[in-house]
């Protein structure tokens, strides 16, 4: 029988360079993206913002019927 992992509360939020990793792009595209709501971001204090991990996964859309260069 195969056993659920058991859920990590630290995993649920994600810096902008852990987002930026895990899509592969940069910082500063993760930024823009929260900054114009596609991707939706807390900030924690003045200066920290975090992205919770099932929010990145919903603006992950697969691509199909369009033709990729």
Do not use: C, K, N, W
């Amino acid at each position: 029988m195969l056993m659920q992992p058991t859920p990590d509360p630290s995993r649920d939020f994600l810096s902008v360079g852990e987002v930026a990793d895990e899509l592969h792009v940069t910082d500063r595209f993760v930024r823009r993206l929260i900054a114009d709501g596609e991707l939706p971001a807390v900030r924690v204090g003045h200066r920290i913002v975090r992205v919770r991990h099932s929010d990145l996964e919903h603006v992950l859309h697969p691509v199909t019927g369009v033709a990729l260069r």
